[in-house]
């Protein structure tokens, strides 16, 4: 029998995951969801999709609804998703999963409660490159990571629109671009648990409430401790969207460019591991990771696997967010308490 998928909201990332969705087999998209009745149809249009609604209440209300992408706008995260949730419909809902923490610990309680999957899209989990350099971690081969540096910054460039608008979005470049670096970081050390934050957060390069400019160093309770820079229309970068670098007591890795680097300090040499990957790519956030993750997203509904990054994963990244505000706002460093 199909999964019978439905998609709330239709813009640009929401055409990425009905793409993924529409490539795999026994897969029906057949519900969208958008407050927009002409965006709403173009892109019902273009995917074949024959139900169509202005509220996901009423799409739920007429059932027949296994699934559904939830990639509104932050605000709509955690109401479109506790409602498909207590209707027994899985979601893979957007990353940041919700404005704040107390709103996706709601999300994680509306799952647990009713037995329905959640997923949490942090899409760089699925990346091949990410792969690699994590199988690298996991077999040793860098040692015990001490610490990590990741960026998720727009240069030269910034989005419009609700993203620019606390109200809708909840936080500015730090909770739309930093939680990539924050996630990509943490999978990559194996998902510890945060312990503190100190982060500066400021807004240089536009007129709106919400942040382009951040900064934050995160302490795990491994031990390791990351550095992380994010931000809109920066004028440089260290690295792309999800770029990491690792320091290992054995070693160097990184992503973007992908390899390790492993001194031999008897011979006095440095063994450059190139994964074969070229640098910079044609294309940095390709369709082919968004197919992956949609593809694993299906098979846990299948299977009734509990999906990783879930809510869980979600949960700790927002606490994350939560605390780097605050600790800007304080000054100070804030500890995580779980």
């Known amino acids: 029998m199909a999964l019978r998928m439905a998609f709330a909201g239709v813009g640009y990332i929401a055409r990425v995951h009905a793409k993924a969705a529409k490539a795999i087999e026994d897969v029906d998209l057949v519900a969208a969801v958008n407050h ?135 936080g500015g470049s730090l909770a739309d671009m930093g939680i990539h670096a924050i996630d990509t970081a943490r999978f990559l050390l194996g998902d510890p648990e945060p312990v503190s934050v100190y982060a500066r957060v400021g807004t240089y390069f536009g007129d709106y409430d919400v942040d382009d400019t951040d900064v934050m160093i995160i302490q795990w ?21 999800a770029a990491t670098r690792l320091f290992g007591t054995e070693g160097y890795g990184s992503v973007l460019p992908t390899l390790l680097e492993l001194p031999n300090r008897k011979e006095k040499r440095v063994e450059v591991v190139e994964s074969g990957f070229r640098f910079p790519r044609e294309d940095h956030g390709d369709q082919r990771m968004y197919d992956e993750q949609m593809r694993y997203f299906v098979e846990s509904v299948r299977i009734g696997r509990k999906p990783v990054p879930g809510g869980d994963e979600g949960l700790v990244n927002m606490r994350i967010v939560d605390a780097a505000y605050e600790s800007a706002r304080t000054n100070r460093v804030v500890e995580i308490k779980t």
């Open 36 to 170: 927009r009745n002409e965006t709403l149809d173009a892109f019902a249009d273009e995917f074949g999709i024959p139900r169509r609604y202005t509220r996901i209440e009423d799409m739920l209300a007429d059932g027949d609804v296994d699934a559904v992408i939830v990639s509104t706008p932050n605000y709509l995260h955690a109401p479109q998703t506790i409602a498909a949730l207590e209707a027994g419909v899985h979601v893979m809902v957007e990353k940041p999963m919700a404005m704040n923490a107390p709103e996706a610990e709601e999300m994680v309680e509306a799952g647990e409660r009713s037995g329905a999957l959640l997923m949490v899209a942090h899409c760089w989990r699925f990346d091949r490159e990410v792969l690699w350099l994590k199988e690298q971690v996991d077999a040793g081969r860098i040692g015990r990571i001490v610490r990590t540096t990741g960026y998720g910054v727009h240069v030269h460039w910034g989005p419009g629109g609700w993203f620019t608008e606390k109200r809708f979005a909840g």
């Open 221 to 241: 309770d491994n031990g390791a401790f990351s550095y992380i820079e994010s931000g809109w229309w920066q004028p440089h970068s260290d690295g792309p969207e």
